[in-house]
């Protein structure tokens, strides 16, 4: 349990953290009402970035706001685009080629990956180790490199298509993708050797920014927050999507529900990713990776649909609803990142400045997935 010391009133004082500041990794402001070295009261202030996603799918059509979901979390930008195309392939009764559905899968994972890369060396760095940041870039350029040379690009993709993705895989992407996976697991035991038992870092995490299970129920928090609290969720077990019921993979869960527990699932998450795109480079099937018959003009009878998949933070949930016209009446997003930045308020309150940013750097935030 947080404790706060108590002090008189006047001698309260208010700290912006950000909107530009390293700690928040993007632009997001928290007003934090101190007491001391203690935070008495934090309150995240959003919109600073916000762009009005949902607004902009109401005018365009199903196929023009594809790329935008590629700019809401760009750090898993793959994961956005499979949710938003199950969508409307649910909506409109498009079957995908099996060959696809296992490139989508491979893809995501490797986007998952390099997700968890970027957020471990970004995180150290914020506890005061250099480093580690190298060691992550270096390894995520590979994933860039592999995902560029069949998406065309390396950060922000739209590659998948409402009945499949854009281009096929060719045998060098599967030779560099085994590659990476040999390599990846070659690293991780020197990530742990150099990060996850250095005695600095056990410090920092370890019984620090704990945020338990009820408190996430709460505020609706997923991904690694809720499974670092013990609750063993993630949407591809437990909701199977595309073909990752076909895959053995576990999910990681720890019930410490501290910055350290956090920590431990994703890192546990990169070897599980290495499992399951193994299993489909495995078991990849050839054959075409579109469908046969999708419209140009794209209209899904009137409805209301809803699609949910994993994404490296956690749960995104999307639902649309059609009038039967070429344009979505509504799409509404649940993003992850919006209800995992809900436990801050309360869970920092108590604690030490720098143990409530160690905090915040476990929750590993987007913040244009907050805003969008």
Not at 129 to 153: M, Q
Not at 297 to 304: A, C, E, H, Q, S
Request: neutral net charge; proline residues 6%; glycine residues 6%.
């Amino acid at each position: 349990m947080n404790v706060l010391p108590q002090c008189p009133i006047d001698e309260y004082f208010v700290l912006n953290l950000g909107p530009q500041h390293p700690a928040t990794h993007g632009v997001l402001r928290i007003k934090l009402v101190m007491d001391g070295e203690y935070v008495f009261e934090a309150e995240p202030v959003l919109g600073y970035i916000h762009r009005m996603h949902e607004k902009m799918a109401e005018n365009r059509t199903w196929t023009q706001f594809f790329p935008n979901t590629g700019r809401m979390d760009y750090l898993h930008a793959l994961a956005y685009n499979h949710g938003y195309a199950c969508l409307v392939e649910r909506a409109a009764a498009i079957e995908v080629p099996e060959r696809a559905e296992y490139i989508r899968v491979i893809t995501a994972e490797l986007n998952r990956i390099s997700s968890h890369l970027l957020w471990f060396g970004a995180f150290v760095l914020d506890l005061g180790g250099f480093s580690p940041l190298l060691y992550a870039f270096d390894d995520r350029e590979h994933i860039l490199d592999l995902l560029e040379s069949v998406t065309g690009s390396r950060l922000t993709y739209c590659y998948f298509r409402f009945g499949g993705v854009a281009n096929d895989i060719d045998d060098d992407f599967i030779t560099g993708t085994r590659a990476f996976i040999k390599r990846m697991r070659r690293r991780l035991p020197k990530y742990h050797a150099l990060v996850t038992k250095n005695i600095i870092i056990v410090k920092r995490l370890k019984d620090i920014g704990f945020i338990p299970a009820e408190m996430c129920r709460k505020y609706g928090a997923s991904g690694p927050v809720a499974r670092g609290a013990g609750i063993d969720y993630d949407v591809r077990r437990h909701e199977p999507y595309s073909v990752y019921g076909r895959f053995n993979f576990d999910v990681p869960v720890y019930h410490e529900a501290d910055s350290m527990a956090r920590y431990m699932v994703r890192m546990d998450e990169i070897e599980q990713s290495l499992r399951i795109i193994e299993q489909a480079l495995d078991q990849l099937p050839e054959g075409p990776v579109m469908a046969a018959k999708v419209p140009k003009t794209l209209k899904p009878p009137k409805g209301d649909y809803y699609h949910a998949v994993e994404t490296a933070r956690g749960l995104l949930g999307m639902r649309a609803v059609s009038d039967g016209t070429n344009t979505p009446w509504r799409l509404k997003l649940r993003t992850p990142c919006f209800a995992n930045l809900l436990v801050f308020s309360e869970a920092s309150r108590g604690m030490l400045l720098p143990d409530a940013l160690a905090m915040l750097g476990s929750l590993d935030l987007v913040i244009p997935d907050i805003d969008r």
